[in-house]
């Protein structure tokens, strides 16, 4: 049992060694490329080395272009085979159209490849404001679009410090441009905020955000599974009635919604009829009953969603209405709606609003501080008691 217990604390301990090591190195592990069979990266004299374990084993070589090909759960460059590759250079390193500095890193996962870029965690919150947020916005904006992003990535560094990154390059997380040229506006948005992230309860904690609410922003509880949501105020959010998507249509043929289903395991039918069974506080839709010639299933609005496509179906906030072969969606924002509006955001610093002032807004109870604060936990208990800015109360049905 001694034995036991003393294996389990030596293990514990080499664990937070490990953490700590991930935070104390203020990089950062993105997956630019997840389960590729091939992938092909180019450039300037890139030197590769076969990895062992967790390091470089040495017997590096050179070359302009590299083909990683999956080979069980090895990885395949040039006939030598190995458990994963280190690729750096002097220059940026080319993937699938986009340039990021070294180093990059080619792993097996599942039956592919994943490249991985390890860079610093400040030069990678430029490339997501760029890809995010774009140049063009006001700068307080993309100042706090620069702090949420920060936020959203060291919470994600810390829960997959064990993990071969921490983080994916898409909508799954958040984009991620790569090398963003000097020039860029957003460089001086990140290095004003440099270091600066939002917390709940003096614990990290994804900060999500979205493009545009539709006038009313989530609680994540209700949208988000995980056990670490913060019990994040929903507001009523003026600034983005006015928003691209604020207000958005769908007609989807109920041959074509029977098939989604079909697809995803959910066999009704044909679809009769769809009906709104329970919505959130927000009025989203929190559940659904779609009837058919074959039985009834009941979804969560978020899984229909995700079902639908989050490109077509761009948000729970909706009515929907069966006529003939159609079902009619009519709905409001675009996203999850939990946290910032993109959009709002962006017409709140047009109305001169501060980033600061626009993350209160956004993120009531939550305080801002540096990143290398003593970052022990994410925390689920409620933030010390504030004031949050005051919002508009919610009204007893969505404004279409």
């Known amino acids: 049992m001694r034995a036991a217990l003393a294996g389990l604390a030596t293990t514990i301990g ?9 935070l104390a190195s203020g990089t950062i592990r993105v ?5 590729a069979r091939v992938v092909e990266l180019r ?16 017997g590096a070589w050179r070359t302009d272009v590299v083909r990683a090909v999956a080979a069980g759960q090895s990885v395949e460059i040039d006939g030598r085979r190995a458990s994963g590759f280190r690729l750096t250079s002097e220059r940026l390193i080319r993937v699938s159209g986009r340039d990021y500095p070294a180093a990059l890193e080619v792993v097996p996962n599942g039956d592919g490849v994943t490249v991985v870029n390890e860079l610093p965690l400040e030069d990678y919150v430029v490339g997501v404001v760029r890809a995010e947020a774009g140049e063009r916005w006001p700068l307080q904006m993309l100042r706090a679009q620069a702090i949420v992003a920060r936020t959203y990535a060291a919470y994600h560094r810390t829960l997959n410090a064990l993990r071969p990154y921490h983080i994916v390059a898409s909508t799954v997380h958040q984009s991620y441009v790569g090398h963003v040229p000097s020039s860029s506006p957003v460089w001086e948005a990140v290095r004003d905020t440099r270091g600066q992230v939002l917390r709940w309860g003096g614990g990290l904690f994804p900060a999500f955000y979205h493009a545009t609410s539709g006038g009313y922003t989530e609680d994540p509880r209700t949208v988000f599974a995980a056990r670490n949501m913060p019990a994040l105020k929903a507001i009523r959010d003026e600034f983005s009635v006015t928003a691209p998507h604020s207000a958005w249509s769908l007609d989807l043929r109920l041959v074509d919604l029977a098939e989604i289903l079909r ?32 039985g009834s299933a009941r979804l969560r609005g978020n899984d229909l969603r995700r079902m639908v496509g989050y490109e077509t179906l761009k ?7 069966v006529d003939g072969e159609k079902a009619h969606f009519a709905g409001r924002g675009y996203g999850h709606g939990v946290g910032m509006s993109q959009w709002g955001a962006k017409a709140m610093a047009e109305h001169g609003y501060r980033a600061e002032k626009i993350l209160e807004y956004y993120y009531p109870g939550t305080t801002l501080g540096p990143l290398d604060e003593p970052l022990a936990r994410t925390s689920t208990e409620p933030p010390p ?6 919002s508009a109360p919610f009204t007893t049905a969505p404004p279409w």
């Open 14 to 22: 080499l664990v937070a060694v490990l953490v700590s090591s991930v």
């Open 31 to 35: 997956a630019i490329v997840e389960n």
């Open 43 to 58: 450039g300037v004299s890139i030197e590769v080395n076969e990895l062992r374990g967790c390091c470089p084993s040495g």
């Open 263 to 294: 697809r995803n395991g959910v066999d009704v039918g044909t679809v009769k009829a769809v009906q709104i069974t329970e919505r959130t506080p927000s009025l989203r839709v929190s559940t659904l009953t779609i009837h058919g010639t074959r």
């Open 315 to 321: 948000s729970t906030l909706f009515a929907v209405a």
């Open 385 to 390: 008691s504030t004031e949050p800015p005051p």
